[in-house]
């Protein structure tokens, strides 16, 4: 679903986000929380949700690296394009979520 949201996320309390290759996770908005990760030339923000499985007690990624990985299959997704990679890809037709994002100084701004 399409929850309407806007959240600032400020680089001096998440410090890990000043460096490539870094990720964060919070729960501040959208499914599952979300996932902010430095590219080394940007920002891009996922949701946190498992895109191809239905909402459960397992369907909040966790971070491994530059990858997300759904606990309830294990598939694991790259954080620089949000497809999916791997061995567990077999049938996972979406990608994760990807939010809009943009900077303004030490604020990144994430919206829908």
Same mark, same amino acid.
């Given at each position: 679903? @399409?929850?309407?949201f806007?959240? *600032?996320i400020y680089i001096?309390?998440? *410090?890990k986000? +000043?460096?490539?290759?870094?990720?964060?996770?919070?729960? &501040?908005?959208? !499914? +599952?929380?979300?996932?902010i990760?430095?590219?080394?030339?940007?920002? !891009? =923000?996922?949701d =946190? =949700?498992c895109?191809?499985?239905?909402?459960?007690?397992?369907?909040?990624?966790?971070l491994?690296?530059?990858?997300?990985v759904?606990?309830? @299959?294990n598939?694991?997704? #790259?954080?620089?394009?949000?497809?999916? !990679?791997?061995?567990?890809? *077999?049938?996972?037709?979406?990608?994760?979520?990807?939010? +809009?994002? &943009?900077?303004?100084? #030490?604020? !990144?701004?994430?919206?829908?």
């Amino acid at each position: 679903p @399409d929850y309407k949201f806007k959240v *600032d996320i400020y680089i001096n309390f998440y *410090d890990k986000l +000043r460096f490539s290759g870094n990720a964060i996770y919070t729960s &501040e908005a959208g !499914i +599952r929380g979300l996932i902010i990760f430095n590219t080394g030339s940007g920002y !891009i =923000a996922f949701d =946190a =949700a498992c895109p191809n499985q239905s909402l459960s007690s397992c369907s909040t990624m966790t971070l491994k690296g530059i990858n997300a990985v759904c606990s309830c @299959d294990n598939a694991e997704y #790259s954080l620089f394009s949000g497809q999916c !990679i791997g061995t567990n890809c *077999d049938g996972k037709q979406y990608p994760m979520k990807q939010y +809009r994002v &943009e900077v303004s100084g #030490s604020t !990144i701004h994430v919206y829908n």
